[in-house]
């Protein structure tokens, strides 16, 4: 049997795409790695499922690298937004549902697509940098100049922290040239990241906590910007909606039951 597939990029975060909405695909974690896998597979940085939803237009079935789910990915999140519209599953304007619950998306144009996340309680501050959670955890330092960071060594090193045990965290980098700039370590990926959405919340918060910018904050990132809007009160941050592109790439088929040996 062929598994049918898209696949989509967002700021240069790229996902497969699988309509399971029939609930016919039951892919284990090894099958999900090697699909994602880049030499032997088609290579992504997490695989997607979108499946019915009794509270929302659709649900967003989302698996790391590693073949492990998580609660959220906000550029996956743009991503599958872009292709329930392209495939008249939603309309410009849209809800749907994933583990850390509903989310509102807006289709603005062809290529960008905003969707909004979860509310944010609060902002840990440690002394070499903050935490929160977006979704997923997310460790932000603020550096002097991210070139010059090993990002999977140190961001390796901080996921492992025993402050963030036994779930661990993702990891941002963060400097001010010339605009804030981001790179990002994911768990799951166990790897540097083009972007990462949630990852850009979390900064975007950490830079008003850090240096009071207003609303909206563009961060660089190593393939696009993205753009984070936000209102912050007494009790922390909502209204806060994610924006920036969501393209689609490819199509294609392969084996469901391809070979997990190598």
Not at 27 to 45: M, N, S, V, W, Y
Not at 66 to 81: K, S, T, V, W
Not at 87 to 98: D, W
Not at 143 to 168: C, H, M, S, W, Y
């Amino acid at each position: 049997m062929k598994l049918k597939f898209e696949k989509y990029q967002g700021a240069g975060n790229d996902f497969i795409i699988i309509n399971n909405t029939d609930k016919s695909i039951n892919l284990t974690p090894e099958q999900i790695q090697k699909l994602c896998d880049r030499h032997f597979g088609i290579g992504a940085d997490g695989l997607i499922e979108l499946t019915k939803s009794d509270k929302s237009d659709f649900s967003m079935v989302f698996y790391n690298p590693d073949g492990y789910g998580a609660n959220m990915c906000g550029n996956g999140g743009r991503c599958i937004a872009k292709y329930a519209f392209d495939h008249n599953i939603a309309g410009k304007n849209m809800k749907f549902s994933a583990d850390d619950g509903v989310h509102e998306a807006c289709i603005i144009d062809d290529e960008n697509v905003r969707i909004k996340m979860i509310d944010v309680n609060g902002i840990t501050i440690f002394d070499d940098g903050m935490w929160t959670n977006t979704g997923v955890p997310h460790f932000v330092k603020f550096v002097d100049d991210t070139d010059q960071i090993d990002i999977n060594t140190e961001g390796r090193k901080l996921a492992d922290d025993k402050r963030f045990a036994p779930e661990r965290t993702n990891v941002n980098f963060i400097d001010n040239k010339n605009g804030f700039r981001i790179r990002t370590y994911e768990r799951g990926v166990e790897g540097e990241t083009l972007a990462c959405g949630t990852g850009n919340v979390a900064s975007a918060l950490c830079i008003n906590t850090k240096y009071s910018n207003a609303s909206p904050i563009t961060l660089k990132t190593k393939a696009s910007r993205l753009k984070v809007f936000f209102e912050k009160n007494n009790n922390g941050y909502t209204n806060i909606w994610l924006e920036g592109p969501a393209i689609k790439i490819f199509e294609g088929e392969t084996d469901k039951t391809i070979s997990i040996t190598r």
